[in-house]
Every structure is written in structure tokens, then in C-alpha cells.
Nanobody, 125 residues
């Protein structure tokens, strides 16, 4: 049984940092591209970043967020710096049963096979 578990969310002030973690079990982690998504109240889920042998970022987080992975620990991370109130959302981790991020990594949620329950990030102004 595959499990995807996010952690590291919380309440921070604008300009501060958080590091999210996502640990996956029940699959061969290195064979999966991993994505981070977020969904704010009343808005659609949006792609934040994807990592395989290369990385992709949404324009809104480029230069502030960094995705990384540790295949030995079956974990993907999202380091978030210079957080802003507009970054407030539930953050989700997702696993794609391909070893690469597709060009539609952030627009086609159906390509991800497993999702976590999310971790809340709230940024106060």
C-alpha cells in the first residue's frame, strides 16, 4: 500500500521560511517523479514544483522555493523562503509513476498516481 505523508507546514510571518517534507512508502521512490502542489481556499489546485532528473517551478515561486529529494530516505522536500501571504494554501505532495516530470507537470493533475493529505501553510502579513 502506497502512503504519501507531508509534514512541515505551519504559521509564519511574511518574509520567513519553511521547509516541507514528503515521505513516500510502498513504491520504488527513485522511479517516480515527485510534485508539490498547493490549493488556497476558493482557488484551483496549482502546481508549485516537480523534480526528476531536472526540476520545474511555477513562475510565482521561482527564486524563492527549492525542491530537492533524497532517494535513500524516500523523501522530497520543498524549501520555501521569503514567504508571502499569497503563498498561504494547503500544500500537497504527489507521485508520478514515471521517472521524469512531463511538460504538463503543473496542468495535468491526472498524471500523478498518488497524493498525500496535505500540510497547511499560513503566512501572515
Amino acid at each position: 500500500q502506497v502512503q504519501v505523508v507531508e509534514s512541515g507546514g505551519g504559521l509564519v510571518q511574511a518574509g520567513e521560511s519553511l521547509k516541507l517534507s514528503c515521505t513516500v512508502s510502498g513504491l520504488t521512490f527513485r522511479d517516480y517523479a515527485m510534485g508539490w502542489f498547493r490549493q488556497a481556499p476558493g482557488k484551483e489546485r496549482e502546481g508549485v514544483s516537480c523534480i526528476s532528473s531536472i526540476t520545474y517551478y511555477a513562475d510565482s515561486v521561482k527564486g524563492r522555493f527549492t525542491i530537492s529529494r533524497d532517494n535513500a530516505k524516500n523523501t522530497v522536500y520543498l524549501q520555501m523562503n521569503s514567504l508571502q501571504p499569497e503563498d498561504t494554501a494547503m500544500y500537497y505532495c504527489a507521485a508520478r509513476s514515471k521517472a521524469y516530470c512531463s511538460r504538463s507537470w503543473n496542468t495535468d493533475n491526472n498524471q500523478y498516481n498518488y497524493w498525500g493529505q496535505g500540510t497547511q501553510v499560513t503566512v501572515s502579513s
